[in-house]
């Protein structure tokens, strides 16, 4: 035993008996602390004087865990250690798909971000929609593509009236790659074609042969689609869901849907109450309004404008005309 001396000390040496006798199933009195301060250091301290110290040590940051907190004694709290980096996952397209399906948590979101890589691909719509297995296998090269900057080749497939699957054109497909996204349960992919102005999508499991070419990409930026960047999810609601251009409606309906017509429409609505119905004033476009009118046809009428309702009626008349009466 070396005997200590001098008041600057004692808050070192209780450290010193907190650290070698001290733990979470072994806390210390202040009794306790004063005998090892006798036993280890030759240290003879008041009750008060250790009391002080210990407060001491906690307003210079040592994580002190003491006896007003849990009622047994004084003790260091162990810090954790710190966490391991995570390390980057390498590119899964089928794990991707299914966390892309999968009810959202903190901890999706972090898996999906790890997965996506460079090359993100936009969720419109992540409905649980089983894919072929040669989806991913697209998906990998249109990935590389997009992240390189070259251009692909394919065939593109469509469907026959027989329900078969055949090349649009014998001679393949060149196309520079953008963006990747998953809408109304199938992958796409963003891409402009040589000597055509415009933005075009593909759908990537009707992709055959698949392979990417030593060209380079066409810049998206000259294309007056992509003069501000090229914009995925204004691209995807204008061609996909069609809900991009806004029109001025009229829409009667029944005083019950009213909730339901703001979940569907959004902020967009304007509410007058009429009796037992309401007139709401839409500037929205046309195809949720149009969802909404076909939802709750017996208790919702499109007013105006003219044009749309003659549209309404004609093709309420057609689907009509394929379900005669017996």
């Avoid at 996952?89 to 999706?108: G, H, I, K, N, V």
């Avoid at 898996?111 to 998906?139: S, T």
């Avoid at 914009?231 to 869901?241: E, F, K, L």
């Amino acid at each position: 035993m070396t005997e200590t001396k001098g008041k600057k000390a004692l808050s070192l040496c209780i450290l010193r008996v907190l650290e070698q006798h001290a733990g979470k199933t072994q806390p210390l009195s202040t009794r306790h602390i004063i005998e090892y301060l006798k036993d280890d250091f030759g240290m003879i301290a008041e009750r008060k004087a250790v009391g002080r110290n210990l407060l001491l040590l906690q307003e210079m940051g040592f994580p002190l865990s003491t006896y007003q907190e849990n009622g047994k004694g004084y003790y260091l709290i162990a810090s954790e250690p710190p966490a391991a980096p995570e390390q980057p996952l390498p590119f899964d397209p089928a794990a991707l798909d299914a966390y892309l399906r999968a009810p959202r948590s903190a901890q999706t979101e972090r898996a999906i971000a790890r997965l996506q890589d460079d090359v993100p691909i936009y969720v419109a719509d992540a409905e649980r929609v089983k894919q072929d297995a040669g989806v991913f296998a697209a998906l990998s090269v249109l990935k590389t593509a997009i992240r390189t900057g070259m251009q692909v080749s394919f065939r593109y497939l469509v469907v026959q009236p027989n329900g078969k699957k055949a090349p649009q054109r014998e001679t393949p497909f060149s196309v520079s790659p953008y963006a990747l996204f998953l809408a109304e349960g199938s992958y796409y992919v963003i891409v402009s074609v040589s000597g055509y102005g415009r933005l075009l999508h593909y759908r990537c499991d009707l992709m055959e042969d698949l392979k990417l070419t030593d060209q380079p990409v066409r810049e998206s930026s000259t294309m007056v689609e992509c003069m501000n960047g090229l914009d995925v999810a204004a691209y995807v609601n204008r061609t996909i869901y069609h809900t991009d251009v806004k029109e001025t409606h009229t829409v009667q309906c029944a005083e019950h849907l009213a909730g339901d017509l703001i979940d569907a429409i959004g902020d967009a609505v304007r509410l007058k109450p009429e009796g037992e119905t309401i007139r709401a004033e839409i500037d929205a476009p046309w195809e949720p309004i149009r969802r909404f009118l076909c939802n709750h046809l017996k208790h919702a009428t499109l007013l105006a404008p003219a044009w749309r309702r003659a549209q309404m009626r004609e093709e309420l008349l057609s689907a009509l005309s394929t379900y005669p009466q017996e």
